[in-house]
């Protein structure tokens, strides 16, 4: 094999034609072609001589590794090769050592015919094998350099090495691995070794593989089949052991066809190891069990495991003991055998980088039938050494519902998930099965529990001969066919179509330090995606067939714990930061109580007048012109709402971060987060609203703002998730692996749209049961909305929870039986006085929502409560209402007023009283009231429960009232009795203008009760008056009330505001 030219030198006459050689000059021997030695034919087994037995310490001894062949490569004598030519196997085992117990260490292998020898620089067009000893473990790796010039090598995507265990010891890195000469692989990423190569030699003193190995490399011509040039040389101490405590320790060395065992245990009794079928299970394995009796004899015996019972004994005993002894507390037994006795009942030891599952055992006693104190398992490779310990008691299967041992299944069984720890707890073994008896079944860890990418996967499956398949990919984004991974860090098991089921057993590292492409194994747990198919991978590099809806889902499960969560995603954050405003609402709330009436003053104070009403608050567009009309308090409410709303954009785009659809995904949380804070308001006894001094009315507000906020989060969402997916996506029915349906949300969208344009202010003013039958579409709105989103179903339930709450309260506040209609009859003006036996107690300024059924048996509308609430021993509750117009719900009210047949039967449900004063009118001496028509009613309530408590109120105390009205029958009819009354009071002042008329001139009118009261005609100027009824008190000592007309209301806030009185006025239309 070498070129020509050198043959010729070394042998001139390497052509001539050989002499036949004599009958003496021939011979035949057989040879073991693993260990090296020759065997006279027919092969007798040698006797070794027994050695002395020799006690134990650690670290516990065991033997070394010889390879046939070794090269010095660098100056310094620091860097050597070992290696075993086995051209007949196609198998080369190569052990590569430096100085140093840290740092990375590769060599490369260049084809002589297509390089330049001599040049000790070229490191391209090279196949690498890479070593890296840093952090705890090590790894071995196939890399490749396709140019001409130098650079970092590239990993290559099929990976031919075998075996490869990186060892530190004795102040120096030990790296072995085996290859086959010629791999299969691409000429571009694999040279052929043949008997002569170029080697290409580099490493590092510490750091990894990033780091550039400087002058430390070099290369030499090696002729694999020349013979040793430095002597076989020890690279390594080759042992197994339990784990740290190093309970039981086996270390072993091959020679020839036989295998030398030493096995020692932290114990004075018995010690076993064997071999098994079934990794980590006794039954099935060939066991070999050793112990020292009191007479310091040593016995071995060579069993079998049927069952999980005592070893029973073979027939043909296959062992021979070298030594046994017991000291220091250990119980020490060298012995050896064949690697293949040909003993049926004796399992064959893997060699040529084969894997051979191991169990062992240990008891206090020399009983052989006693059950074992200490177990444990591992996997070894007993042709290099290479071995990976379980711990002493390998983690069972999680625990289910208390069911035993069972797997992680699907809801219909499509999927399920066996795990359990093995090799000292660094590795961990998986078995899946699918519900079909063909197709692949696969496995992966996501980032975000229900989205396939990024994700690490594992796929497996059965080809039509019964062959199994294993490949290791990953879906770095999109929702295609998961790509292959260039490292492939899972190991094939076993894999069968049993039963009409495919299982794949495979294992791999907790951490298998492929960064990018594989997801560790974590403490805190893992999201864990699921897919099958019945269709089979035309080959491991082949794209995976599409699975079904059916076919794919997810769990979140911690793999140490044992916990287990369904098909739902982990715990959005964004979903506690709206728990966290409601709370933060009720605790400020709260605070606010505490305090009392002082801060009271500071928060019901508004920062400006509202502007003038215009064609936007007609159409609904209102937030410019009530914005500047808020309380400070309001505006905190805000400015904290605005915070959290943002919080919760940020969290969620750190929960959804970095799925594809990711600006979608936080759209759509803060929709929901909007629905939860819109449907806050909306309880009549909301928890909150009372805390902050705003009522029903005022705050129903912010439900219209915020909810036309959600539907611009709901737009944004649809749109964003179209432009990734598609528009066709929003008509899919079929559920995500988070349950979750795009069609659910695109009818709960229009259910929105169809609310939000029935709750337009012309619809509410002049089609009151359009706009209250749309609102009703809300709860099927809600479970959709659930349905498409399931992670909103736990901010839905904060919301749902207070309604609730509010439904029971409501309870206790209706009357079910219909209240008794004690008078029923026009006053005037188009309007009505209804008096109701009732013993329910109200406040001055509340009101009650009235349904007749003889009107609607279902519509409710909400009128204030006129009479006073004094004294607390009455019966009966008076409403003033005034007729809206023709076919409307008050002027029917109207008509039974006229009907005198209908009115003996009447009934009226009430429920209520809601409704509450923002300022508290016994705290200001100067009581300015301002009403307009019909908007009398509130204050007229007000005006009689000042004149019950005329006497606790201080002396200097004075109430003026400016009402003026477009009927005279109001100054006449509506409150003949109360207006007599508090004319004859001299703390009330009453100043009424009748707008009918135009003039200033004053005329006297005849009350029913007997009384004068005087009257201006025109409108008033409500700036002068209220100059002149201020004009003796300070700023602080005046509280203005208005209800009326939304002119007539803001001309008076803007003359409060500019005078520094508190205001409130009074919401004439919900």
Not at 299 to 322: C, I, K, N, V, W
């Amino acid at each position: 094999s070498l070129p020509s030219r050198r043959l010729l030198e070394i042998y001139p006459n390497f052509d001539a034609v050989l002499q036949t050689h004599t009958m003496e000059d021939r011979g035949a021997v057989l040879l073991s072609l693993a260990g090296g030695g020759a065997l006279a034919a027919p092969p007798q087994p040698p006797t070794p001589p027994l050695r002395p037995p020799s006690p134990p310490s650690p670290p516990m001894p065991g033997h070394t590794r010889s390879y046939e062949n070794c090269a010095i490569v660098d100056a310094a004598r620091e860097w050597q090769l070992y290696w075993t030519y086995l051209p007949e196997d196609n198998l080369i085992r190569m052990a590569m050592e430096k100085a140093g117990e840290s740092g990375w260490i590769s060599i490369g292998f260049q084809d002589i015919n297509h390089v330049d020898i001599e040049n000790t620089n070229e490191m391209g067009q090279a196949d690498y094998i890479v070593a890296d000893g840093s952090g705890s473990s090590g790894w071995v790796r196939d890399y490749y350099i396709a140019r001409d010039e130098n650079g970092e090598p590239d990993i290559d995507p099929q990976q031919d090495i075998r075996g490869g265990v990186v060892t530190r010891i004795s102040g120096k890195t030990v790296a072995e691995f085996s290859r086959q000469l010629k791999t299969g692989d691409s000429y571009v990423r694999d040279k052929v070794i043949t008997r002569t190569n170029k080697v290409l030699w580099a490493n590092t003193d510490s750091g990894r593989y990033d780091k550039y190995h400087g002058k430390a490399c070099g290369s030499i011509v090696m002729e694999w089949d020349k013979p040793s040039q430095c002597g076989a040389a020890d690279t390594a101490l080759y042992e197994f052991c339990d784990s740290a405590t190093r309970n039981f320790c086996i270390s072993w060395a091959v020679s020839g066809l036989y295998i030398e065992f030493t096995m020692i245990g932290l114990t004075l009794g018995y010690v076993s190891f064997g071999i098994t079928d079934t990794p980590g299970k006794m039954y099935s394995a060939d066991s070999w069990l050793c112990w020292v009796d009191s007479a310091g004899v040593g016995h071995l015996e060579d069993g079998h495991m049927d069952s999980y019972l005592a070893p029973q004994l073979d027939s043909q005993q296959d062992l021979e003991l070298l030594s046994a002894s017991e000291t220091g507390g250990m119980t020490s037994c060298t012995f050896r055998r064949l690697l293949s006795t040909g003993d049926l009942q004796d399992r064959s030891i893997k060699q040529a980088g084969g894997m051979n599952d191991i169990i062992w055992a240990t008891h206090t006693t020399d009983d052989r039938l006693a059950k074992h104190a200490k177990k444990g398992s591992g996997t070894v490779d007993f042709a290099l050494g290479g071995s990976v310990p379980t711990p002493s008691v390998p983690a069972p299967i999680v625990e289910v519902k208390g069911l035993g041992k069972q797997p992680v299944c699907s809801s219909g069984g499509e999927f399920c998930l066996w795990w359990e720890f093995v090799n000292q707890s660094s590795a961990i073994q998986f078995t899946m099965e699918s519900d079909k008896p063909t197709g692949y079944v696969s496995l992966g860890f996501g980032d975000i529990l229900g989205v396939m990418a990024p994700a690490d996967m594992y796929a497996g499956w059965v080809d039509t001969s019964g062959q199994g398949f294993f490949t290791d990919r990953y879906l770095p984004s999109g929702y295609d066919s998961p790509e292959l991974d260039a490292q492939q860090d899972g190991v094939l098991v076993s894999a069968a179509s049993l039963n009409g089921k495919t299982r794949v057993v495979f294992r791999r590292s907790l951490d298998t330090g492929d960064v990018g492409m594989d997801r560790a194994i974590l403490l805190t747990g893992n999201n864990i995606i699921w897919a099958t198919h019945d269709l089979t991978p035309l080959s491991k590099d082949a794209k995976m067939a599409t699975h079904s809806s059916r076919d794919r889902g997810s769990f979140s499960i911690n793999f140490y714990t044992g916990a287990i969560a369904g098909t739902s995603s982990s715990f959005p954050k964004y979903i506690y930061v709206a728990w966290a405003y409601v709370g933060t609402l009720l605790l400020v709330g709260v605070c606010a109580r505490l305090v009392g009436a002082q801060l009271d003053i500071v928060i019901q104070r508004r920062l400006a007048p509202p502007l003038p009403p215009s064609l936007l608050h007609s159409l609904c567009l209102d937030f410019a012109t009530v914005t500047v009309d808020l309380t400070i308090g309001e505006w905190l409410c805000i400015g904290l709402y605005f915070v959290f709303l943002i919080a919760s954009a940020l969290v969620a785009q750190q929960d959804f971060t970095p799925v594809p659809q990711e600006d979608g995904e936080v759209f759509g949380a803060v929709a929901g987060f909007n629905l939860m804070v819109s449907l806050l308001p909306v309880t009549r006894h909301s928890l909150w609203a009372p805390l902050l001094g705003c009522s029903f009315e005022r705050a129903i507000k912010f439900h219209r703002w915020v909810a036309r906020g959600f539907m611009l989060n709901v737009l944004l969402h649809a749109l964003e998730m179209c432009d990734t997916f598609g528009f066709s996506a929003a008509t899919e029915l079929e559920p995500n692996a988070a349950g979750e349906g795009n069609l659910y949300g695109t009818i709960a969208a229009i259910l929105m749209a169809v609310i939000m344009l029935g709750a337009l202010e012309p619809v509410r003013r002049h089609a009151w049961e359009v706009f209250l039958v749309s609102h009703m579409a809300y709860l099927p709105t809600l479970v959709l909305i659930c349905l498409h989103a399931t992670d909103l179903q736990y901010v839905v339930l904060v919301s749902i929870a207070l309604y609730a709450a509010d439904m029971m309260l409501r309870t206790f506040t209706q009357t079910f039986r219909g209240c008794k209609v004690l008078k029923l009859e026009p006053v005037g003006g188009g309007t009505l006085r209804l008096k109701v036996s009732t013993s329910a107690a109200f406040s001055a300024g509340q009101y009650m929502f009235l349904r007749i059924p003889a009107i609607s048996s279902h519509e409710m509308h909400p009128f204030s409560i006129s009479s006073s609430p004094w004294p607390a021993t009455q019966h009966f509750i008076t409403f003033h209402i005034k007729s809206m117009g023709a076919g409307t719900w008050t002027e029917k009210l109207l008509q039974l007023s006229n009907d005198k047949s209908q009115k003996r039967s009447l009934k009226v449900f009430m429920d209520g009283p809601y409704g509450a004063w923002s300022i508290d009118p016994k705290r200001y001496p100067r009581l300015v009231l301002v009403a307009g028509g019909i908007g009398i009613t509130p204050l007229m309530s007000l005006l009689t429960d000042l004149l019950a408590q005329e006497r606790t109120l201080p002396q200097d105390t004075s109430v003026h009232l400016m009402w003026s009205s477009r009927d005279l029958e109001a100054f006449t009819q509506w409150f003949p009795e109360e207006i007599a009354k508090l004319q004859e009071s001299k703390m009330f002042h009453l100043h009424l203008f009748l707008t009918q008329k135009h003039g200033t001139f004053t005329e006297d009118i005849e009350m029913g009760s007997g009384f004068q009261v005087a009257w201006k005609t025109g409108r008033p100027n409500y700036s002068d008056l209220i100059v002149e009824s201020t004009a003796d008190v300070i700023a602080g000592d005046v509280g203005v009330f208005a209800c009326g007309p939304a002119p007539m209301v803001a001309s008076v806030q803007s003359e409060a505001h500019k005078r520094g009185f508190m205001f409130h006025k009074e919401t004439f239309f919900l």
